[in-house]
């Protein structure tokens, strides 16, 4: 999970009991539905491409790509999607596994 850089807190639901006096509870990491959760995931996401060798696009900083001898790789990142392609599709099939492994 991508990991949340600024101070949240989140208040406790109505009914809920807890064992501490705290009114509120801080997330440990990245939440899915916080304003930060975007930023967050774009940046996880592009740290395990550039770990993969990919190159950020200088105009398009979605737009991700990898050349290996003669063939490309191309990543493009839209708000919630990710576009894949390859001239190699068994390449392009163990990049999806990889990422569906490594960005849980």
Not at 62 to 83: C, G, H, M, P, S
């Amino acid at each position: 999970m991508a990991s949340c850089k600024r101070k949240c807190l989140l208040n406790n639901l109505r009914g809920l009991w807890m064992h501490t006096t705290q009114p509120c509870l801080s997330p440990q990491e990245g939440t899915y539905g916080l304003k930060q959760a975007p930023r967050a995931w774009y940046e996880r996401l592009t740290q395990f491409l550039v770990d993969n060798n990919y190159t950020r696009g200088s105009v398009d900083k979605t737009l991700f790509i990898k050349r290996d001898n003669d063939e490309l790789f191309i990543a493009q990142i839209y708000v919630d999607d990710i576009v894949f392609g390859s001239t190699n599709n068994t390449k392009s099939n163990n990049l999806l596994m990889s990422c569906l492994m490594n960005l849980r």
